[in-house]
T-cell receptor
Framework: DAGVIQSPRHEVTEMGQEVTLRCKPI?????LFWYRQTMMRGLELLIY????????DSGMPEDRFSAKMPNASFSTLKIQPSEPRDSAVYFC?????????FGDGTRLSIL | SQQGEEDPQALSIQEGENATMNCSYK?????LQWYRQNSGRGLVHLIL?????REKHSGRLRVTLDTSKKSSSLLITASRAADTASYFC????????????????FGKGTHLIIQP
């Protein structure tokens, strides 16, 4: 079975640019989560959706961050404008009455 | 703030030895989970222990939970080189049933190195 699919795997861009990260959850899962991982802060929950509806976005660091889930098979996390401190690995995870299943992440570098 | 804090931050042992990692948390929980992360990969769920359980086994893994001390331990027996990874404990908010409907709070992990 296909796991959670994230794209791109790596992204390098200059500060001020818009960045869009994409996630395809496991089919049939009704919860989707976005996390960010850095050496300093570890793994942080940014936002999560249940049945495509955002439930808790209190972890989103600033208004520069936004996330959408237009349907059950796709979600995006957008940063506009990007800043060097946004550099991190961003993970998407999904679940359906089971523990969370993670994608392999997007490694984002903002120069 | 981090709910779970793993101890030690790093652990290096010889293949075949047992590895023990500890996790402490701050608030009431419904369950506690352990995840593994290999370098450059996403987290993989290992085991979930509910607040009314004291010990749980899965293959070479043994997890204990002491709710009075707000702590958990993960024991990996007969370690293998393939066990080299970072290990994280994670908790959901009170009332979280493990059904996946709430986000998790992770500790910063224990980096385990198994030397051949």
């Amino acid at each position: 079975d296909a796991g959670v699919i994230q794209s791109p795997r790596h992204e390098v861009t200059e500060m001020g640019q818009e960045v869009t990260l994409r996630c395809k959850p496991i089919s049939g899962h009704n919860s989707l989560f976005w996390y960010r991982q850095t050496m300093m802060r570890g793994l942080e929950l940014l936002i999560y959706f249940n049945n495509n509806v955002p439930i808790d976005d209190s972890g989103m660091p600033e208004d520069r961050f936004s996330a959408k889930m237009p349907n059950a098979s796709f979600s995006t996390l957008k940063i506009q404008p990007s800043e060097p401190r946004d550099s991190a690995v961003y993970f998407c995870a999904s679940s359906q009455n089971q523990p969370q299943h993670f994608g392999d992440g997007t490694r984002l570098s903002i120069l | 703030s981090q709910q779970g804090e793993e101890d030690p931050q790093a652990l290096s042992i010889q293949e075949g030895e047992n590895a023990t990692m500890n996790c402490s948390y701050k608030t009431s929980i419904n369950n506690l989970q352990w995840y593994r992360q290999n370098s450059g990969r996403g987290l993989v769920h290992l085991i979930l222990i509910r607040s009314n359980e004291r010990e749980k086994h899965s293959g070479r893994l043994r997890v204990t939970l002491d709710t009075s001390k707000k702590s958990s331990s993960l024991l990996i027996t007969a370690s293998r080189a393939a066990d080299t990874a970072s290990y994280f404990c994670a908790t959901g908010p009170p009332g979280y049933s493990g059904g996946g409907a709430d986000g998790l709070t992770f500790g910063k992990g224990t980096h385990l190195i198994i030397q051949p």
